[in-house]
């Protein structure tokens, strides 16, 4: 039987200690309208020349119709308030809090576009080489700003809540989708396997990561 499991959403008013609880319950939280429709549309528009000249993906993996845009620190200054906010940056403090300290791993602004497939599920450590690291030594916290709405239809990302102590046996490209939601919201995970689920229809769907 299928069963679908829906993250936990909080308001953006929500402490950072309750968020990090959710955390390490679920390994994700979305955190509801963070950031206001005025700031993205800051960020979508300082980053239009630079996501119209980004070709789509070079594998199946990172998607062969997505544009994944970098270096938007240096191309948004809009996007700073974003990637170093303050509620964000205390959450991982303490997800992290087992580490020295934490740094900016990479940022992007991953664009879908229609009729791309959905990613095999994954977990984004596997970046470091496929290292194994220690079952719940967390080494990241991964995030996605929703800057145009997430639905169902254009390929919302999905998660697999509590899965964060549980290998992933095989990588599949077929999951059950959680109920729509719409933008702005906020993302974070610690390792729960995730993917970009199929995107069957416009308007493009647009994350920063
Ligand atoms: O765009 C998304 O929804 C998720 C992307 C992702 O998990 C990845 O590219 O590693």
């Known amino acids: 039987m299928e069963q679908t499991l829906e993250l936990t959403h909080v308001p953006a008013t929500t402490d950072a200690e309750t968020i990090a609880a959710l955390m390490a319950q679920a390994g994700a939280v979305v955190i509801d309208e963070l950031i206001t429709p005025e700031l993205i549309d800051s960020v979508l528009t300082e980053l239009d020349p630079y996501l119209a000249a980004t070709e789509a993906g070079p594998d199946e993996f990172s998607g062969l119709n997505t544009r994944r845009t970098g270096s938007l620190i240096a191309r948004s200054p809009a996007s700073r308030a974003v990637i170093a906010h303050p509620l964000v940056l205390d959450v991982v403090g303490r997800v992290l809090a087992h580490a020295t300290t934490f740094q900016l791993h990479l940022t992007q602004m991953i664009s879908i576009g229609p009729g791309e497939p959905a ?3 994954h977990r984004d450590q ?36 509590g899965a964060t102590s549980r290998p992933i046996v095989c990588a599949t490209r077929t999951t059950t989708p959680s109920a729509p939601r719409c933008a702005p919201v906020r993302l974070c995970s610690i390792p729960v396997p995730r993917i970009t689920a199929a995107a069957r229809t ?8």
């Open 126 to 161: 596997w970046a470091y080489d496929f290292f194994t690291f220690p079952t719940g030594y967390e080494v990241q916290v991964s995030t996605m700003w929703a800057m145009t709405d997430f639905t169902e239809e254009n390929g919302a990302t999905r998660v697999v809540p």
């Open 119 to 121: 990613q095999p599920v």
């Open 202 to 209: 416009t308007p493009t769907r647009c994350a920063l990561a």
